[in-house]
């Protein structure tokens, strides 16, 4: 596993028609990214960790991963839902760092 390290950022949500001091309601930045290589699968992985910016100055983290997987027991790959939010940075990677676990089993790979 490869940690890229901070890459950027990239604003993705935004409303118009409103002064400057209040044009952005929300929008995320890219906190972190991560190339994982799993073995018996040709492409990489990648995992993104966001912080998401509301309006008041609060803030929260998310994280997303360019692939998700299946186990044999299950019918469709898991994509988690709530578990993708965390309050700190280093919570969300625990959260993003436990899912890749599963590719250690996965019987199949499907992109997001």
């Not at 044009?23 to 190339?35: G, I, N, P």
């Not at 983290?61 to 469709?76: F, G, I, N, V």
Request: with cysteine; glycine share 6%; aromatic share 18%.
């Amino acid at each position: 596993m490869l940690n890229f390290g901070k890459m950027g950022s990239r604003p993705i949500s935004s409303t118009k028609n409103l002064s400057m001091a209040h044009q952005l309601e929300a929008y995320d930045e890219l906190a972190k990214q991560f190339k994982f290589q799993v073995s018996d699968y040709n492409k990489p992985i990648f995992g993104y960790i966001w912080k998401t910016f509301r309006e008041g100055g609060t803030y929260n983290y998310y994280w997303e991963l360019s692939h998700y997987c299946r186990l044999e027991y299950e019918a469709e790959p898991y994509r988690p839902g709530g578990k993708c939010f965390a309050d700190t940075e280093v919570q969300a990677t625990e959260f993003l760092m436990e899912y890749m676990k599963r590719f250690e089993t996965a019987v199949d790979v499907h992109e997001n």
